[in-house]
């Protein structure tokens, strides 16, 4: 089973002035002369973390990392007042990672991302289709309506009824038979600061309680993450991905040619696998890899295996 390449530091890192008050954080680490691959998080709203310098071989690759718009390390993040996500979506996003190609002067890279990444990787590629090398997506989301309410309005509800009735607390109930990202919308963007908290707290933990097949031991994330987290997530799915539903099925003629490898965890309660079924129907290129015994998770043992596996093949190591 394949495990994480050693811990690496960046080399070079800054700010990438995007346009719209927006600074966005990004590192280079790995080798200079090697493959460009960018990885590109999830959420939106997670930002990066050293270990996903991890998936590559240091040897073989430069590799890039960058926090989203409001997130991580960019400026401002979304727990600050100057914090502005009418400049925030999708588009802005995609016109964000040309910008960091052209600045870092790279032609051309591999693009690797998972859940709410597999979503802006596909959206990016499908408008650069000539920039992208290669695909490696794990827990597809196609961000389709049926995958939203899926697991924020209750289909989700049937396997985790004791996390969701936490997931439902922030919620007045007379709300609760509605729409509940538009619930949660009114919370995180009301006057009531201790309310918007409050939900952003418990918005954030019902993903990651419920990310992992076996439940994980671990604390809540800090209160700055989750309002960046539960903030530029639910700004997204009250506005579809800014993406028509199922764009990214309709439009898979742009990339039909791209090589891809697509990961996706059995019993993923988050994305489920219809959707990495679905999309590999719509692009056989790309080999797909289901983990029978993962979740959505990209850190659970056959998960991680599988990613490596395909970095390792794109770099010609196997």
Not at 56 to 69: G, K, S
Not at 180 to 207: K, P, S
């Amino acid at each position: 089973m394949r495990d994480f390449y050693p811990p690496i530091a960046p080399y070079a890192s800054g700010h990438l002035n995007v346009g719209d008050g927006q600074q966005i954080y990004w590192e280079v680490s790995g080798n200079p002369a090697g493959k460009p691959a960018v990885f590109v998080h999830g959420g939106p709203g997670g930002g990066t973390g050293p270990d996903q310098r991890r998936f590559f071989d240091p040897e073989a690759y430069r590799i890039v990392l960058f926090d989203q718009r409001g997130c991580g390390q960019s400026l401002p993040h979304l727990a600050e007042p100057a914090a502005d996500l009418s400049v925030n979506t999708t588009d802005h996003l995609i016109a964000d990672m040309e910008k960091l190609r052209e600045h870092l002067e790279i032609e051309r890279w591999l693009v690797f991302g998972g859940s709410w990444g597999s979503t802006l990787a596909l959206a990016y590629a499908q408008a650069h289709r000539d920039r992208v090398t290669e695909l490696v997506l794990r827990g597809i989301f196609l961000l389709r309506r049926s995958e939203l309410d899926w697991y924020y309005n209750g289909g989700a509800s049937h396997i985790y009824p004791d996390l969701w009735e936490d997931y439902l607390a922030p919620i007045p109930p007379d709300q609760r038979d509605g729409d509940l990202i538009a619930a949660y919308h009114r919370l995180l963007t009301g006057d009531d600061r201790d309310a918007a908290l409050a939900a952003a707290r418990a918005w954030t933990e019902w993903e990651r309680r419920t990310s992992y097949l076996l439940p994980q031991q671990g604390s809540a994330e800090s209160d700055r993450f989750a309002l960046a987290f539960a903030g530029i997530e639910n700004h997204y799915f009250m506005n579809g991905g800014f993406l028509e539903d199922g764009q990214l099925l309709t439009n898979i003629e742009a990339i039909a040619d791209v090589p891809g490898v697509i990961v996706q965890g059995r019993y993923d309660v988050v994305c489920p696998a219809r959707s990495a079924w679905d999309l590999h129907r719509a692009w056989p290129i790309a080999d797909l890899h289901i983990v029978d015994d993962a979740g959505h998770a990209s850190y659970e043992a056959g998960i991680k295996h599988q990613l490596i596996e395909a970095t390792d093949r794109f770099a010609g190591r196997n």
